[in-house]
């Protein structure tokens, strides 16, 4: 299969590098920005919730962004990589991305914050606090979003979000209405959580409406392969009060693109390894489901894992956030949408899931 016909690929063929390890030059730039300057790139936005903040469909997941603890930042992939890839979505208009001030202890914010700085176009910034035991008072949240402020060169964030349902010494109301009063300064422009249980969500939805303030999105794991947000009651919740579902890790760390299979196996490293479906056996037990995703994706000439983003998009009010090293993963994330699988292809999948 050939290179996809984005405009970079197109260029490529009109200006061809006589390196072809170098990826532009003077004439080809030109051109692309020329070009650029008179294509306005039209993405469908959804809106977070019942917030103002309306992003892409789809999003950025940024944990591996300068982290070398799991995911090998600065040996298996390069900060020139990633900034391919911050460029690359932003081109196609897939310009939502999520972070964390845990992520690379900060490195994934400071490299948001500088490639933001090379581009022009919107770009819409997630961010999370992390609620840690030794946070004593409101004022720590308060100096935590100033710091992911400063890494970001930004003067307020679109989403920021509770990383986890903690709240020790502060206690939930009082780290909620400190989130609250941080929108009312205009720092924050959606509130939202991540990994809180349907009663946390609504306790947390609670809090902020007394405040006249929506609770946006909920981050959770949600893909094919983790649905347990479907029986839990988190899903229902969150339909019911329009709180907007971020599914994180919704291509199961790799497991549903179909480049990990019984027959090519080896040995996970990393944070893959702590999996146990990446285990031979585990493979072998997800053959069916990677089959359907094939079969039902050479229908729309789409691939596995376009396919998964897309039944995750066909719930209703989800967003995927898979995550992407290079512009190539960008790319093909990008695929997703545009289309829309039938009703009958998604409860084929959800059964081959089951």
Request: proline share 5%.
């Given at each position: ?51 103002s903040v309306a ?30 890839a911050f460029h ?48 004593f008072s409101t ?216």
């Amino acid at each position: 299969m050939g290179k996809p016909l984005t405009l970079t690929n197109l260029l490529h063929r009109k200006y061809p590098e006589k390196d072809s390890s170098r990826t532009s030059s003077p004439k080809f730039d030109t051109l692309k920005g020329l070009i650029l300057s008179f294509v306005k790139v039209s993405v469908e936005t959804v809106t977070l919730g019942s917030s103002s903040v309306a992003v892409a469909p789809l999003g950025i997941g940024t944990w591996a962004w300068g982290d070398n603890l799991f995911w090998g930042y600065g040996k298996d992939y390069s900060q020139a990589e990633l900034r391919a890839a911050f460029h690359a979505a932003v081109e196609l208009g897939v310009n939502f991305f999520d972070t964390a001030e845990i992520y690379g202890f900060g490195e994934s914010e400071r490299l948001l914050g500088q490639f933001m700085t090379e581009t022009d176009r919107p770009v819409q910034i997630a961010s999370k606090f992390m609620p840690l035991p030794w946070r004593f008072s409101t004022q720590s949240v308060t100096d935590a979003l100033s710091a992911s402020l400063h890494r970001l060169q930004k003067p307020s964030i679109a989403l920021y979000q509770v990383h986890q349902p903690f709240d020790f010494f502060v206690g939930q109301k009082n780290l909620i209405n400190t989130l609250a009063d941080e929108v009312e300064q205009g720092r924050i422009q959606a509130v939202g959580v991540s990994n809180y249980s349907a009663e946390q969500m609504r306790q947390a939805h609670q809090y902020l409406a007394d405040r006249g303030i929506p609770l946006a999105v909920n981050q959770m794991q949600y893909s094919l392969l983790a649905r347990q947000i479907e029986t839990n009651g988190v899903l229902s919740t969150a339909r019911e009060l329009n709180i907007t579902i971020l599914a994180y890790s919704p291509l199961a760390q790799g497991l549903l693109t179909g480049k990990y299979t019984a027959e090519n196996y080896t040995a996970p490293i990393g944070a893959r390894s702590l999996n146990p479906r990446f285990s031979r056996s585990g493979l072998e037990k997800l053959a069916p489901l990677l089959q359907q995703l094939k079969e039902i994706g050479e229908q729309y000439g789409k691939t596995p894992a376009q396919v998964a983003l897309n039944w995750l998009m066909a719930q209703g009010n989800v967003i995927p956030i898979p995550g992407a090293k290079n512009a190539e993963q960008v790319r093909q994330n990008a695929g997703a949408l545009g289309w829309s699988l039938s009703p009958e292809e998604v409860s084929k999948l959800r059964a081959a899931a089951e």
